[in-house]
């Protein structure tokens, strides 16, 4: 793709509005200024100028056009910002988000048509209506998918690129409920949770984007990070709203810049209590790499052999979740 037809495609106000960059008309008129992305800045010192695509900023001297603003927020060099642009903003990366909007779309009215899957999330402790509607929660039953996303005209290659279909057109998901992971606005991938004998745990191949909902959490000056996404969902249901989920006990770069930035944001983690201490370990071990970055880390101790889905599913209240974050200990 070359420069000025990628520019054209993409905006540098439409990026910086992904990012959620908020600007104001500057005085002159031409211009929008809001706070700095690029350094820690607290009068708005950032203009933009949509009509000639070009930024800069007053407070560090930063400025120029779309390119250099995303070598200098993502810390990439000038071509592995536009190899990242390219991957982002190809008509292949949209019509991937496409489908994935739809397959996520589909699956949320087939949580309604399948009594089992409500039945399963029930048994997790995931009941409020309108918190199940906001996750965007569904039920993949399995068998129908490749014909509903034929049938919106979305190829077969493109569905098995996706992975939502293997080489012989069977559903990667099959009675699993299903969590959409999105990062920047969009489905990038799917978490289907097996509610019946198959290896529990599945995503889609490819990114699963950054820390799961992180839109909701990022302006949290405390933060509470789970494990599992059943965690997640008890947790804002229980009125913690400020909870957030990276997959596992291992995070990647992206995750820990993000719960580090900006420092000094206090991360509780709440992850497995489990029996031979194996969570214990990595959740202190976690504690520590987010310490070196600038956060300030605790550890939330709960109940031996309980996870906050499985405190919350055998009855425990939000004051006792409570009493677990006030019984934390820093490193
Ligand atoms: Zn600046």
């Not at 496409?98 to 048509?113: D, G, H």
């Not at 289907?192 to 990022?218: C, D, K, Q, T, Y």
Request: hydrophobic fraction near 40%; charged fraction near 20%.
């Amino acid at each position: 793709m070359d420069l000025q037809r990628l520019k054209q495609r993409l905006p540098l106000l439409d990026y910086l509005r992904q990012q959620n960059w908020m600007g104001r008309p500057a005085a002159a008129g031409r211009e929008l200024v809001g706070l700095c992305p690029l350094h820690q800045d607290t009068r708005p010192s950032f203009y933009v100028n949509p009509s000639k695509n070009l930024f800069y900023c007053h407070g560090c001297g930063q400025g120029g056009d779309l390119i250099r603003f995303v070598q200098l927020f993502q810390h990439l060099s000038f071509r592995e910002s536009l190899a990242y642009l390219e991957q982002q903003y190809s008509p292949s990366a949209e019509s991937a988000v496409a489908v994935l909007e739809e397959t996520a779309a589909f699956y949320q009215r087939q949580l309604q048509k399948h009594g089992e899957a409500r039945l399963y999330l029930a048994q997790r402790g995931v009941r409020d209506p309108a918190l199940i509607q906001e996750l965007r929660i569904g039920y993949a039953h399995g068998g129908n998918l490749r014909r509903h996303l034929a049938a919106q005209g979305f190829s077969f290659d493109l569905l098995r690129r996706t992975g939502l279909v293997n080489q012989q057109g069977l559903d990667a998901f099959y009675r699993r409920v299903v969590f959409p992971c999105c990062w920047e606005g969009h489905v990038v991938n799917l978490y289907g949770r097996s509610i019946g004998i198959a290896f529990p745990h599945r995503f889609l191949p490819g990114s699963r984007g950054g820390l799961f909902a992180w839109e909701a959490v990022r302006q949290c000056p405390i933060v509470i990070l789970v494990e599992g996404l059943f965690d997640l969902a008890v947790l804002w249901q229980a009125g913690f709203r400020y909870t957030t989920c990276g997959f596992g006990t291992h995070l990647t770069p992206t995750q820990l810049r993000q719960l580090s930035s900006p420092p000094g944001r206090h991360v509780f983690l709440a992850y497995d209590q489990d029996e031979n201490r194996a969570g214990q370990r990595a959740s202190q071990a976690l504690a520590r790499q987010l310490q070196l970055l600038g956060a300030v880390a605790f550890l939330a101790t709960l109940p031996n052999g309980e996870d906050p889905n499985s405190y919350f599913v055998h009855g425990a209240s939000a004051a006792d979740f409570i009493r677990c974050l006030d019984g934390a200990q820093s490193l």
